[in-house]
């Protein structure tokens, strides 16, 4: 029996056994210190903040655009259907691919015949841009959109190809371009987020990682808004008393803030934490302002279309105005996404060519030309980049019967104001439309050049991660200077 | 002359910086043998010396095949030809001397003498040989006291160009007169002025006016680059496609030598290369100056609700926006008058009144006062704004009445009235060239 008033010297066993537990944590807490400083993610939100609105301009140039709207055309839509006219389709149509040209693997590996379009194409404007009927509207327009008909993509497959128009690389986790444009250029409105994707009824393939921050602070991410009453989650505060919703928010921002205090080193999460409360608070009465359309004239609605009979017209006709009224506002970077119009996978015909890009093109098509026409009018086009894309194209011959593969060797894209020349083809594929001979743009190409319309120079832009400095155009990337105004 | 012996000749250009260096150091040595006699033995001034020597014979040899292989002007071609030859003897003697190790006061004043003309005929030499592939005006003080092509004015307008003065000669002088000038005059050809162009070189007549590709001068500068026949040779930057196409258009013209472009106006492809070339669509906003605003300035801007921005690093030009309703406290941007460039102020409630505090701001290059209840009263405010080429007053009660004030805005390019009393016949009339007025769907 040991009295326990006496103190015997504690054994090397009891010892080691006993501070286990504290030696893990100290080790745990060096690697965590570690991390922080390895992954750069203190520096680079320094950086961040140091740069948001300024540093990476180029010297002795005048940016043209402070807005960009992308008009994303999920599931890639088929080129020689729409901007990019081969009459030798029709010529040859029904023969068999192989016989003309060296056909590459497919996604699905049922090459059929050479298919022509099924819709015919017109001259439009003073340019005489060729569209095909499935634009009407758009056509309308030609004067001012600048068709690149030399897009490539690297991959042929919807998830990388989705990653790779929106993030530069074709893997999951890179920060999109959206986060980039803000984290360049800061945001022009404290009570919305610098970043919206206008949610049309489709998340693309690849998911919310085609919006994601990536390594960039969280603040940079998009906010997503859905269509309908309520675009936001919680959007109307749920505390019936005044100032109570204050007083909790209060105490959240003391907690976070004894909390940032601790964990020195590694407090990105936990800043972005606070600066989102504080903006989710004050979008509860921005976006409401934003999403009713009192304001706005039937004759403003009419021409986006809201007074059709499609639905879907009438869906991404809102989605379009809303658009219009978030570049206003002062927001950067507004992506909008596809409505799921009825019976088709997005533009991804692999069948039923006909019906399914009839009806993705109808949803589209008003709305669109609603856009441009509105934002020319307000003088918004001057300033507002608008960029038309899916992230590849479709083949000139057939898959089975009545469809198209996809085809990420050619495609055609359009973008519009903010510093773009209207009325201009640019690049040229060859007779079936399947390959680019002239001029190719890549995606690297693309961003390079949206970019470089909002004066940040792609190749300064970058971000301190893992041990080296990242950009969105990665080591590529060349402006296309031939469609700048 | 065969081929084996340009081939050598072609390594004159190279070989003469070889006496040039070592002439200079061995001379250096010698100096330097003067304040510490021990530090440098004879044997290596000697050393030295001869393969200078060696190397300036070397030089004179390939120099003579080169000289042959070559069109330039005889009478200067024959001084550099004699005094590279002489400095070869020259250098020689020197390096026998130093061989010959002798000491004493008459040695030491020949040896002396002797290296002192090597220096001197080194120069002449090399500075005749520079002269003869570069031209005697390559380097020269006039470079530092005369403008440069760069900085020569432009012309303000296609209207008010002469093709030839201000396109063609220009090009000319930068991609070929280098070697086509009164002292080089390669292949016999002069390009210095109207007659001579035309009247060509060994290969010719210069031009068919009318007819560019029967014109060598165009053939040649046309051809692909990796041509034998190309020009400019060597290497030299080629001309760009809008000089070639300048060119071509002179020549198809007509080819003379005064071509008031208001007289022969260009159809709207030569129009773009031409505005291109003249830069007349360089944004006068780069030419503008101003110091930075300070960080006080642009927090009092933000302190009165104001979102400031810089737009280019390299510059001071500000962007300011309001983005609120409430209408905004304007006499703050008297402030940064000098910086601010693009102004945006829709829908917050300004009225005729505000238009003062407006128009003393004569830096804005755009401005956007839409949808605020602003007369005709407020814009004839506006009158000074004479950098201004972007205007935005759709949605406001201003009326026909403003329309010629507006026009007549030296630099207004765009102007957007849509949603204002104002009638389609009005814009009609008060458009004007170089100035786009949106007022309506199209």
């Given at each position: 029996m040991h009295p326990s008033h006496v103190r015997r010297p504690i054994s090397r066993r009891e010892m080691l056994s006993r501070c286990a537990c504290g030696f893990g944590s100290i080790a745990l807490m060096g690697m965590f210190g570690s991390l922080a400083s390895c992954s750069g993610r203190r520096k680079g939100l320094e950086a961040a903040l140091a740069n948001a609105g300024g540093g990476i301009m180029l010297p002795g140039h005048i940016p043209k655009a402070k807005h960009i709207i992308f008009l994303y055309m999920d599931g890639g839509v088929s080129q020689v259907d729409s901007f990019d006219p081969k009459p030798r389709l029709a010529l040859e149509n029904?023969?068999?691919p192989a016989s003309k040209f060296k056909v590459d693997a497919t996604q699905f590996n049922n090459v059929g015949k050479i298919l022509q379009s099924p819709w015919s194409f017109q001259r439009y404007g003073e340019s005489g841009l060729e569209v095909s009927e499935l634009f009407p509207h758009i056509g309308s327009c030609a004067d001012d959109i600048t068709v690149i008909r030399s897009m490539v993509s690297?991959?042929?497959?919807h998830t990388n190809a989705n990653y790779f128009l929106h993030t530069?690389?074709?893997?999951?986790g890179r920060p999109s371009m959206g986060a980039w444009v803000n984290y360049g250029l800061g945001s022009?409105?404290?009570?919305?987020?610098g970043y919206v994707v206008l949610d049309g009824g489709l998340i693309p393939p690849g998911g919310l990682d085609n919006f994601k921050n990536g390594f960039l602070p969280a603040g940079f991410q998009a906010s997503i808004l859905r269509s309908?009453?309520?675009?936001?989650?919680?959007?109307?505060?749920?505390?019936?008393?005044?100032g109570i919703q204050d007083d909790k928010l209060a105490y959240l921002a003391r907690q976070d803030a004894s909390l940032l205090q601790s964990v020195e080193g590694a407090g990105d999460e936990i800043e972005s934490a606070i600066r989102n409360y504080e903006l989710a608070y004050r979008m509860q009465s921005s976006i409401p302002e934003l999403t009713e359309?009192?304001?706005?004239s039937e004759a403003t609605k009419k021409l986006y279309g809201?007074?059709?009979?499609d639905p879907h017209t009438r869906n991404y006709g809102a989605q379009c105005l809303m658009a219009r009224r978030l570049v206003e506002r002062g927001v950067r970077f507004i992506e909008l996404t596809c409505p799921q119009t009825?019976?088709?996978?997005?533009?991804?015909?692999?069948?039923n060519l006909k019906a399914g890009h009839e009806a993705n093109a109808h949803a589209v098509d008003q709305p669109i030309a609603g856009l441009l026409k509105d934002l020319k009018l307000r003088g918004l086009l001057e300033d507002t980049l608008v960029v038309w894309t899916g992230e590849f194209g479709r083949t000139p011959f057939a898959q089975g019967t009545d469809g198209r593969d996809h085809n990420p060797s050619a495609f055609s894209m359009w973008m519009a104001g903010g510093g773009v020349r209207g009325g201009m083809v640019y690049g040229r594929t060859d007779e079936y439309g399947?390959?680019?001979?002239?001029n190719p743009v890549t995606v690297h190409d693309l961003h390079a050049t949206m970019l470089h319309l909002l004066g940040i120079d792609h190749k300064q832009l970058t971000f301190h991660f893992g041990g080296r400095d990242f950009r969105l155009t990665d080591v590529h990337g060349n402006v296309v200077h031939d469609i700048l105004a | 002359m065969t081929d084996i012996y340009i081939y050598f000749g072609r390594f004159h250009p190279l070989l003469v910086h070889l006496p040039i260096g070592m002439i200079c150091g061995a001379i250096l040595l010698g100096i330097w043998k003067r304040f510490?006699?021990?530090?440098?033995s004879y044997q290596t001034l000697a050393l030295i010396w001869t393969t200078s020597a060696a190397s300036a014979i070397l030089s004179a040899l390939t120099g003579y095949l080169h000289a042959n292989g070559n069109d330039y002007t005889k009478e200067s071609l024959d001084i550099h030809k004699w005094s590279g030859i002489g400095l070869a003897v020259l250098s020689s003697v020197v390096a026998v001397i130093y061989l010959f190790e002798r000491s004493g006061l008459w040695m030491h004043r020949l040896r002396t003498t002797l290296v002192t003309s090597t220096f001197g005929l080194l120069i002449y030499t090399g500075h005749g040989g520079g002269s003869l592939t570069h031209?005697?005006?390559?380097?020269?003080i006039s470079t530092l006291t005369e403008e440069t092509p760069e900085t020569m004015p432009r012309p303000a307008s296609i209207e008010s160009a002469d093709l030839f003065t201000h396109a063609v000669m220009p090009i000319l002088q930068t991609k070929c007169l280098g070697c086509h000038n009164a002292s080089k005059k390669k292949g016999?050809?002069?390009?210095?002025d109207h007659a001579v162009i035309l009247r060509g070189g060994k290969s010719g007549v210069g031009l068919v006016p009318g007819d560019p590709s029967a014109s060598e001068l165009f053939r040649r500068v046309s051809l692909?680059?990796?041509?034998?026949?190309?020009?400019?040779?060597?290497?030299?930057a080629p001309l760009t496609d809008d000089q070639r196409d300048i060119l071509e258009w002179w020549i198809e013209k007509?080819?003379?030598?005064?071509?008031p472009l208001a007289k022969t106006p260009p159809d709207p492809r030569m129009r773009e290369v031409l505005t291109n070339y003249f830069q007349?669509?360089?944004?006068?906003m780069l030419d503008m100056k101003a110091e930075p605003a300070s960080e006080d300035d642009l927090e009092a801007l933000r302190a009165a609700g104001f979102q400031a921005r810089?737009?280019?690093?390299?510059?001071?030009w500000l962007d300011v926006t309001y983005a609120d309703s409430v209408k905004p406290?304007?006499?703050?941007?008297e402030r940064v008058h000098e910086q601010l460039v693009w102004l945006q102020l829709p829908n917050?409630?300004?009225?005729?009144?505000?238009?003062e505090d407006i128009a003393?701001?004569?830096?804005?290059f755009r401005l956007n006062l839409s949808?605020?209840?602003?007369?005709d009263q407020g814009i004839a405010?506006?009158?000074?704004?004479?950098?201004?080429?972007q205007l935005n007053i759709y949605g406001?009660?201003?009326?026909?009445?403003s329309l010629g004030l507006l026009a007549a805005?030296?630099?207004?390019?765009k102007l957007f009235i849509w949603?204002?009393?104002?009638?389609s016949t009005s814009v009609v009339a008060a458009v004007r060239p170089g100035l786009e007025i949106i007022h309506q769907v199209r």
């Amino acid at each position: 029996m040991h009295p326990s008033h006496v103190r015997r010297p504690i054994s090397r066993r009891e010892m080691l056994s006993r501070c286990a537990c504290g030696f893990g944590s100290i080790a745990l807490m060096g690697m965590f210190g570690s991390l922080a400083s390895c992954s750069g993610r203190r520096k680079g939100l320094e950086a961040a903040l140091a740069n948001a609105g300024g540093g990476i301009m180029l010297p002795g140039h005048i940016p043209k655009a402070k807005h960009i709207i992308f008009l994303y055309m999920d599931g890639g839509v088929s080129q020689v259907d729409s901007f990019d006219p081969k009459p030798r389709l029709a010529l040859e149509n029904g023969e068999d691919p192989a016989s003309k040209f060296k056909v590459d693997a497919t996604q699905f590996n049922n090459v059929g015949k050479i298919l022509q379009s099924p819709w015919s194409f017109q001259r439009y404007g003073e340019s005489g841009l060729e569209v095909s009927e499935l634009f009407p509207h758009i056509g309308s327009c030609a004067d001012d959109i600048t068709v690149i008909r030399s897009m490539v993509s690297n991959f042929p497959e919807h998830t990388n190809a989705n990653y790779f128009l929106h993030t530069g690389s074709g893997l999951q986790g890179r920060p999109s371009m959206g986060a980039w444009v803000n984290y360049g250029l800061g945001s022009e409105n404290a009570n919305l987020p610098g970043y919206v994707v206008l949610d049309g009824g489709l998340i693309p393939p690849g998911g919310l990682d085609n919006f994601k921050n990536g390594f960039l602070p969280a603040g940079f991410q998009a906010s997503i808004l859905r269509s309908g009453p309520v675009p936001v989650a919680n959007i109307r505060p749920i505390d019936s008393i005044a100032g109570i919703q204050d007083d909790k928010l209060a105490y959240l921002a003391r907690q976070d803030a004894s909390l940032l205090q601790s964990v020195e080193g590694a407090g990105d999460e936990i800043e972005s934490a606070i600066r989102n409360y504080e903006l989710a608070y004050r979008m509860q009465s921005s976006i409401p302002e934003l999403t009713e359309f009192k304001a706005e004239s039937e004759a403003t609605k009419k021409l986006y279309g809201l007074d059709s009979t499609d639905p879907h017209t009438r869906n991404y006709g809102a989605q379009c105005l809303m658009a219009r009224r978030l570049v206003e506002r002062g927001v950067r970077f507004i992506e909008l996404t596809c409505p799921q119009t009825n019976g088709t996978d997005r533009w991804d015909q692999h069948g039923n060519l006909k019906a399914g890009h009839e009806a993705n093109a109808h949803a589209v098509d008003q709305p669109i030309a609603g856009l441009l026409k509105d934002l020319k009018l307000r003088g918004l086009l001057e300033d507002t980049l608008v960029v038309w894309t899916g992230e590849f194209g479709r083949t000139p011959f057939a898959q089975g019967t009545d469809g198209r593969d996809h085809n990420p060797s050619a495609f055609s894209m359009w973008m519009a104001g903010g510093g773009v020349r209207g009325g201009m083809v640019y690049g040229r594929t060859d007779e079936y439309g399947y390959r680019v001979e002239e001029n190719p743009v890549t995606v690297h190409d693309l961003h390079a050049t949206m970019l470089h319309l909002l004066g940040i120079d792609h190749k300064q832009l970058t971000f301190h991660f893992g041990g080296r400095d990242f950009r969105l155009t990665d080591v590529h990337g060349n402006v296309v200077h031939d469609i700048l105004a | 002359m065969t081929d084996i012996y340009i081939y050598f000749g072609r390594f004159h250009p190279l070989l003469v910086h070889l006496p040039i260096g070592m002439i200079c150091g061995a001379i250096l040595l010698g100096i330097w043998k003067r304040f510490k006699p021990e530090a440098v033995s004879y044997q290596t001034l000697a050393l030295i010396w001869t393969t200078s020597a060696a190397s300036a014979i070397l030089s004179a040899l390939t120099g003579y095949l080169h000289a042959n292989g070559n069109d330039y002007t005889k009478e200067s071609l024959d001084i550099h030809k004699w005094s590279g030859i002489g400095l070869a003897v020259l250098s020689s003697v020197v390096a026998v001397i130093y061989l010959f190790e002798r000491s004493g006061l008459w040695m030491h004043r020949l040896r002396t003498t002797l290296v002192t003309s090597t220096f001197g005929l080194l120069i002449y030499t090399g500075h005749g040989g520079g002269s003869l592939t570069h031209g005697s005006e390559y380097l020269s003080i006039s470079t530092l006291t005369e403008e440069t092509p760069e900085t020569m004015p432009r012309p303000a307008s296609i209207e008010s160009a002469d093709l030839f003065t201000h396109a063609v000669m220009p090009i000319l002088q930068t991609k070929c007169l280098g070697c086509h000038n009164a002292s080089k005059k390669k292949g016999g050809l002069l390009l210095t002025d109207h007659a001579v162009i035309l009247r060509g070189g060994k290969s010719g007549v210069g031009l068919v006016p009318g007819d560019p590709s029967a014109s060598e001068l165009f053939r040649r500068v046309s051809l692909p680059s990796d041509h034998k026949e190309f020009m400019p040779t060597d290497g030299k930057a080629p001309l760009t496609d809008d000089q070639r196409d300048i060119l071509e258009w002179w020549i198809e013209k007509g080819a003379l030598a005064s071509m008031p472009l208001a007289k022969t106006p260009p159809d709207p492809r030569m129009r773009e290369v031409l505005t291109n070339y003249f830069q007349l669509n360089r944004d006068p906003m780069l030419d503008m100056k101003a110091e930075p605003a300070s960080e006080d300035d642009l927090e009092a801007l933000r302190a009165a609700g104001f979102q400031a921005r810089r737009i280019s690093s390299s510059g001071a030009w500000l962007d300011v926006t309001y983005a609120d309703s409430v209408k905004p406290d304007l006499s703050v941007l008297e402030r940064v008058h000098e910086q601010l460039v693009w102004l945006q102020l829709p829908n917050c409630g300004l009225t005729d009144e505000d238009m003062e505090d407006i128009a003393g701001l004569d830096k804005l290059f755009r401005l956007n006062l839409s949808q605020n209840p602003i007369g005709d009263q407020g814009i004839a405010q506006l009158e000074g704004l004479k950098n201004l080429e972007q205007l935005n007053i759709y949605g406001t009660r201003v009326t026909n009445k403003s329309l010629g004030l507006l026009a007549a805005l030296p630099s207004l390019k765009k102007l957007f009235i849509w949603d204002c009393p104002i009638d389609s016949t009005s814009v009609v009339a008060a458009v004007r060239p170089g100035l786009e007025i949106i007022h309506q769907v199209r």
